[in-house]
């Protein structure tokens, strides 16, 4: 099957900045697409950031600006580059991927990681 590694989760002031990273690793053909979701206590998952195969992205008006996302396909990781937080930015982060898995023709299936805790204090 296929995991989903988060990391560079933390701690930061107000104005800081952060990097997030996520591995994908296992039975791999292909991923088309690699994304950021975040969801804040008593609040619904929301979408962050997506990048597909082409490198096309879209990102949240929220963070717009101020966030970039980014993919190495070599490595299978995405990274989300995280400027200016701001205390409403404070979630537990998850990875997303839409991967194709080895050996099963065409066939996608969607993963998610286990989550990174992200704290903005003011």
């Known amino acids: 099957q296929v995991q989903l590694v988060e990391s560079g989760g933390g701690l930061v002031q107000a104005g800081g900045s952060l990097r997030l990273s996520c591995a994908a690793s296992?039975?791999?053909?292909?991923?088309?697409?690699m994304g950021w979701y975040r969801q804040a206590p008593g609040k619904q998952r929301e979408l962050v950031a997506r990048i597909r195969s082409g490198d096309s992205t879209n990102y949240a008006d929220s963070v717009k600006g101020r966030f970039t996302i980014s993919r190495d396909n070599a490595k299978n990781t995405v990274y989300l580059q995280m400027n200016s937080l701001k205390p409403e930015d404070t979630a537990v982060y998850y990875c997303?991927?839409?991967?194709?898995?080895?050996?099963?023709?065409?066939?996608?299936?969607?993963?998610w990681g286990q989550g990174t805790q992200v704290t903005v204090s003011s």
């Open positions: 296992g039975s791999i053909s292909r991923i088309n697409a």
């Open positions: 997303n991927a839409d991967v194709v898995v080895a050996g099963m023709g065409h066939y996608v299936r969607n993963y």
